[in-house]
């Protein structure tokens, strides 16, 4: 009879013991996936600020260009659309299409 509730004990225990620890890490992998998406998401951020940075320093070149119409400022022009990100090619086209305005109807200095 000793036996027999000595074994009921141990395989009682060995249950909870496997029930917590199943527990544990299934809160575990949660709190580690929630930090993984606050990093992706702090990466977006931080990408389309840099895209956005990008774009208006874009359009700061493409009118600097528009006014001294120098070979030094086209090359810095083109070069920054150049680095536009294809997501905005709207603004892309736009730029390039000023750009190419510029050299057509002026001379440079």
Not at 54 to 79: I, P, S
């Amino acid at each position: 009879m000793l036996l027999i509730m000595k074994k009921n004990f141990i395989g009682k225990s060995i249950l909870s013991i496997a029930a917590i620890s199943l527990t544990v890490s299934t809160f575990a992998g949660e709190s580690h996936a929630q930090t993984k998406a606050e990093k992706y998401n702090e990466y977006q951020t931080n990408f389309k600020k840099q895209v956005n940075k990008k774009v208006v320093d874009a359009q700061k070149a493409v009118n600097l260009f528009k006014r001294t119409r120098t070979v030094a400022t086209h090359r810095k022009a083109q070069r920054a659309v150049n680095l536009i990100h294809f997501q905005h090619s709207y603004e892309k086209k736009k730029l390039q299409r000023q750009i190419d305005l510029v050299l057509k109807y002026n001379t440079l200095k």
